[in-house]
Structures are given as C-alpha cells and as structure tokens.
C-alpha cells in the first residue's frame, strides 16, 4: 500500500496438552511451545511491528514458585527483541546449572518462559502511545491464582466513555482511560465476583480454605465470566486471555470484523489471527484449521478439555474487507483467489482508459502487496488478447502467411516492474518543503521502458490519503513521459473513518472526502456541509442505536466517477505533463471478489455495529469545529 497505514494487532495463543517431557521426547526439545510462539509472531509481523509482547503460565506449580512470565519490546525489530532475552535467559540458565539441560523438570521449576499456556501480541499503535506500558499482553495480577488476568487483543471498542463509565459504577477507580485497560478490568470484575462465589459455595460445602484452590479452577465457568463481561461492549474485537490457574479463551466479537482461527488435536490447541500461519507452523492442512465464529469464544480449561461457547448473539456477518484486500498474508487460499479476482473485476473499466489499446500500455504495480492483484489484471488482458487473437485468425481464412500468423500470435500484455520502493526514508526534517522532498523519493522508478505514446497503467491496493501517490509516485511516473498514467485501486474510495482497529480516526484526511468538498464548493452546494454538521449535532444526546450516518450526504450528490475525477485532479501536483486517470473498484465488484467478507464500511458508511454512526458522526463533528482529537 502506497500510503502509510497502521492496522489493527495480531494474536497468537497456544496451549500444551501433554507433558513437557512429552515434547521434549518428541521435537527433541521441552521448549517446543516457546519456538513455535516465536514462528506464530514472526510470520504475524504484517499485523503489527510497533511492539510485540509474550507471556506465558506454567502449570501445576507449588506455592512460592513463579508461574507466569511476560516479556514486551517497543524496539525496532520487538519479536527478535523478546526472544533474544529469552533465549539469553536460557542459555544463561544452562550455563550456570549444566543439570538442567536433559532434566525437564528442573527446567519448568526454575526456567521462565517454559510452560504449558503461552499467549503472544503484535501491535501497531492506533490509540494511546507507543510506550512499552501500552503493549499487550496486560497483566492483572492477584495472590489468587484464579484470578490473575493475562490480556491481549485485536480489537477497537467504539464506546470506551460508557465501558469507563461502567466501571466507575461499580465501585472500581481505573488506572488508564483506554480499551485495553476498560476491557481487562471489566473481565476482572466479574472473574474476582465468580471466584469469590464459587469459594463460599465450597466452604459451605464443608471444604478447607486449602482444600478449595484446585476446586474453584474446575468449577470456574469462563464463558459465564465473559457474557457477562461483554454484555455492553461495542466494537471489533479478537480477545485471548489466560487465567493463572491454566484456563484460556479467545472471544471473537458478534459481527466477526476481526478474524480468528484455531486448530486442535491431542497435542496442542491453538488461536491465531490468520489460517496460514497455523498452517505453516504446525504443518496442517488449510481444512483441518477452522475460523472462530463471531460471537463465539474458544475456551481450554486447565484440564485440557476445549469447548467453543457462544458468548454474544451474532450480528449480520461483517467481516472486515481490507483483511482480503491488504493486511492478512496473501499465501492464504481463498485471499490470494480473492486478490486476483479484484484485479480481474477492474479491467472493463481499464480497457476503457486506454480505449483498449493493448500494443501502447505498459502494465505495473506498486510492490509489493498489489501485486496478485495485478496477476488477476494481466489475466485479464490476456483473456483479451486472446480473444482478438481468435478473432483475427478465423477472419483471415487461409490467405494468411506464417508471417502474419506469427505476428498475431506474439501479442502479448507488456509487463514492466516501473515502481520500486526505494527504501524507507525517515522524514527527520521538520521544515515542511525538505520533507516534501524527501517524501518525493519513497519510490524511484525503472528508466527506458516506457515511450511518449505509451500509456501505463499501474494497480495499488488502495488509495487513503494519496500522500505518496502525490508527493511520491505519480512525480516519478512522470518523469518517464508516458502519454497517460492509469492508477488502478483494487480497494473502492475510502470514504469514511474506521473504529475498529484500523487507523483511519479521522475524515479530513481521506482523499475521497477532501475531493467531495471540493466538488461541493464548485456546485454551489457547500452549504449541505453545514446542514450534515447541524445534524450530527442534534444527535449526540441519542443513544447509539438510535443515529444514523448523516455523513453519507455529503457524498450523495456525485457519482463515484466524479469523485474519481477530482480525486485525480487533487493528486496531479505542479508540472505533471501527463493526463492522470484514477479507476476505483465498486463496492459491487468487491463483494463478488471477497463474498464472505462483506464488511464495507470503509466505503459505504454501512457500520456494522450501532457505535459506528456516533463515531462517524463525531468525526465529521471534529472536521467542522477544527477539533483534531479522535473521534473514539
């Protein structure tokens, strides 16, 4: 992706269910759970790299021995980071105690980080700052082993004020006014009130304080614990959490925006963002790992009994879109069927740009994301040629020479690689014309291929803000003197701000919005901006079921075309001699591409849950008023 975005996390939990001498026989090693944590994380990078953390529970321990281990890094590479102090810490144990390395037991007692439960996190900041404290997992710790909480998650709650609120309701004096510490604590609450049930209930029973500890880890009904919890909550979510006595679940939010999925046989049970990744690193098959479905929670007791639980009614599937589009790793089946098939859907539209002048356009990408995309383009026109290929062979009967024949047949697609991202440029200038310059060069592009009668068409994945596009990558296309650039988006015009885990706070900022106010402004309609103003402000005492997206007006008088149009015009800079062209995929097209992730809201202002409309509502709030806070 050409523009710079943040995204949501990703999430890795693993539980042992056999002994660690057990793996130790087996993979030759009792740290099996913590190397396969390490390949979770590393090959979830693409979902987060300004931090990473790792934590894990050892079970079965005696009173006075450490059972739980955390470790979180902001540096610039966070997962090598932990797992060199990780593996510092081992070899450091080894060293200094030679008994410990053929005896596993040693190794569990007095080696952190060996366990049996291990949760993991890599994040990208999209609220708060990017302080080590903000790096999940969270811990809430208690002398209680049951009622100590390791949090971490994928998710945005678009109602954090009322959850907040919620808990001073309850008595409780939060320490931070975040998500992460509203969601961790409101779970807490409820676990803290069922342990302390489950306690008087066996001492009335007749059980001893100590006879009670083993007691209350069966009893404990995690899915209880959690209805309860997330009774309220409001937002995209892929919560994992561990308890310290050895329970865990993953909790998938009721309209499935952030995805989930596990695998589990008699060895493991595990919980990743992504279904390749489980597949690579466990080596098994794209069937046998399932997708956790919304609304549903994964629970593993400590006894190793796993049961899938519905926690919250589910909603209208909505899953999030740009998962397909951009952020999950392409090596996925169906994602890499789906990419292709959004750049197949674009080609009418493409072959119309270039009045389907094959022989003269140069086809590219912008690497490295757009590039199955691309495949499906190329396809595409392929299909194409072929077609006119057929076509001029029958209508030649047999009066064509081998020459001719020759020359119909070596049509083929001119494929380049023109945009090359150069190197990641730090903008450490503050006087805004340097940084201009230094962002002008992001990308350096491929000389000699390109001729003054050709046209080039080049796909992105999508187009947010259009800053590299603007400032970057149509300058250094030009430079090539092309009769026309194309740029291609396999996404369709980001219209409207995201709140559920994607960093899209706020709508000043988007490309598409800043071109319908100009489109405005040359109608003679602008005053339509103050009359969406007035009504978002009418709402803000409503509750959330109750608004309604008027931010969508703002965009009604235009077609997508004429919003693609001044989306080019606002993108072409100073001294671009060539004619700029922007095709947008339809909303349509991306439905046919990715059918079972029909979360659009990013393009429609379709939220799928109530919150939604109230925070886009307080961001068009924010535009008018000149207000840069978030708008959640």
């Not at 306690?199 to 209805?227: H, Q």
């Not at 697609?413 to 201009?436: G, W, Y």
Request: hydrophobic share 35%; glycine share 6%.
């Amino acid at each position: 992706m050409s523009d710079a975005l943040k995204h949501e996390c990703g999430i890795a939990v693993l539980r042992l269910l056999k002994p660690l001498e057990f793996y130790k026989e087996k993979y030759g090693s009792a740290f099996y759970g913590v190397n396969k944590m390490y390949l979770m994380m590393e090959k979830q990078h693409n979902r987060g790299q300004d931090g990473a953390g790792f934590a894990s529970i050892k079970l079965d321990t005696k009173p006075g021995e450490r059972y739980i281990s955390r470790v979180r890094s902001i540096a610039q590479q966070p997962i090598q980071d932990i797992f060199a102090q990780i593996n510092q810490r081992i070899n450091k144990e080894f060293s200094e105690n030679p008994e410990y390395v053929e005896n596993v037991a040693l190794q569990k007692k007095n080696i952190p980080y060996i366990g049996e439960l291990f949760l993991g996190h890599v994040r990208y900041g999209t609220f708060g700052k990017n302080s080590v404290e903000s790096v999940h997992p969270f811990l809430r710790q208690n002398n209680w082993q049951h009622r100590n909480l390791i949090l971490a998650g994928n998710f945005n709650m678009t109602n954090v004020k009322e959850l907040f609120q919620n808990l001073i309701d309850l008595g409780q004096h939060p320490k931070e006014y975040t998500d992460t510490i509203t969601i961790m604590e409101k779970i807490g609450h409820f676990l803290d009130d069922s342990v302390s049930k489950i306690y008087k209930d066996l001492k009335n029973e007749g059980y001893s304080k100590n006879e009670c500890s083993p007691l209350i880890a069966d009893r404990l009904n995690v899915a209880k614990i959690l209805k309860r919890a997330a009774k309220n909550w409001d937002g995209g979510y892929a919560m994992a959490g561990l308890l310290g006595h050895g329970d865990s679940f993953v909790l998938r939010d009721p309209a499935g925006i952030r995805p989930a999925y596990y695998y589990k046989d008699d060895e493991i049970v595990v919980v990743a963002s992504e279904r390749p990744v489980i597949q690579t690193v466990f080596n098994v098959k794209y069937q046998d790992v399932k997708e956790l479905e919304p609304g549903y929670a994964i629970i593993t007791k400590k006894s190793g009994k796993t049961a899938l639980k519905k926690i919250l009614n589910p909603l209208e599937r909505k899953a999030c879109s740009f998962e397909r589009i951009y952020f999950s790793r392409g090596s996925d089946a169906e994602i890499y069927q789906e990419r292709k098939m959004l750049g197949r859907l674009l080609m009418p539209k493409v072959l119309e740009a270039i009045n389907k002048d094959i022989k003269n356009t140069v086809f590219s990408y912008i690497p490295n994301t757009a590039e199955t995309s691309f495949y499906g383009m190329i396809e595409t026109v392929e299909d194409f040629l072929n077609k006119k290929k057929t076509k001029a062979i029958l209508s030649g009967s047999r009066n064509l020479s081998a020459e001719r024949v020759t020359e119909i047949l070596s049509q083929m697609p001119r494929i380049e690689k023109i945009a090359i991202k150069d190197v990641k440029l730090r903008t450490f200038i503050t006087e805004d014309s340097s940084r201009d310059d230094l962002v002008a060069h992001v990308y350096d592009v491929t000389y000699g291929v390109i001729k003054r009668t050709d046209n080039l068409v080049i796909i992105d994945d999508s187009i947010v803000r259009g800053t590299t596009l603007k400032m970057s990558i149509i300058k250094m296309l030009d430079r090539l003197n092309p009769k026309k650039i194309v740029i291609v988006s396999s996404a369709p015009q980001i219209r409207y701000p995201d709140c559920y885990g994607i960093d899209m706070a706020n709508l000043e900022s988007l490309i598409a919005f800043k071109a319908a106010l100009e489109l405005l402004k040359e109608s003679n309609k602008y005053d339509i901006v103050k009359e969406v103003y007035d009504k978002c402000i009418d709402q803000t005492e409503l509750e959330d079921k109750e608004v309604k997206n008027f931010v969508k007006e703002i965009y009604d008088p235009f077609t997508d075309e004429q919003i693609s149009d001044k989306i080019a015009e606002l993108l072409t800079g100073e001294n671009v001699n060539s004619e700029i062209k922007i095709i947008f995929q339809s909303v349509e097209n991306l439905h046919k591409a990715c059918p079972n992730h029909l979360g659009d809201w990013y393009f429609t202002g379709n939220y799928p849950t109530v919150g939604g409309n109230r925070v886009v509502n307080r961001a068009f709030i924010n535009f008018y008023e000149g207000n840069k806070k978030r708008a959640y």
